[in-house]
């Protein structure tokens, strides 16, 4: 069942078998506020056995892009467009998420962002891949955030 993200009230919905469910609400809460604030845009999200599509988009890209394969377990997804941008997100069990944003009309503008929420540890199939920058946030505490340029056509 669909879920439109509240970042009024942070609600754990759909993440409450998360171990840091409660950044991960935050993290997600952060999302909605930005696509809310800058597009206008209602964040809604599924339960990831109901968007395999979404799962198998995100994971080719990955694989094919970075040779990454995540061994969480993937609870929720979002997939869709704004302007002229496609982004599809991937929240997974132990605190992370995955957003690919890819302009249609740009191919400069086209990545794959990765999020920690606070209190997980990096991924051991990022560790030493990528270097990670903090930001603040009033939802979600401290947020530890990379990203890598897709250059495929995807």
């Known amino acids: ?9 942070v609600s754990t919905i759909g993440l409450a078998s998360s171990p840091v469910a409660e950044s991960l609400a935050g993290l997600r809460a952060n999302e909605a ?11 809604t999200v599924i339960p990831a056995s109901e968007s395999q599509e979404t799962l198998d988009y995100v994971n080719r890209i990955l694989k094919e892009e970075r040779s990454i394969e995540f061994a969480a377990k993937p609870l929720e997804t979002s997939r869709f467009q704004v302007e002229n ?3 599809a997100y ?12 890819y302009t249609i009309d740009d191919s400069k503008k086209r990545a794959v962002g990765f999020k920690l929420s606070e209190g997980m540890d990096v991924p051991k199939e990022l560790e030493g891949k990528f270097k990670f920058a903090r930001q603040k946030s009033k939802l979600a505490g401290t947020i530890r955030g990379s990203y890598f340029v897709i250059k495929g056509e995807y």
């Open 85 to 87: 941008i496609k982004f």
């Open 33 to 43: 506020r930005y696509f809310m604030n800058k597009y206008k845009h209602e964040f």
């Open 90 to 101: 991937v929240f997974y069990e132990d605190g992370l998420s995955v957003n690919v944003m």
């Open 1 to 9: 069942m669909a879920y439109t993200v509240d970042f009024k009230n």
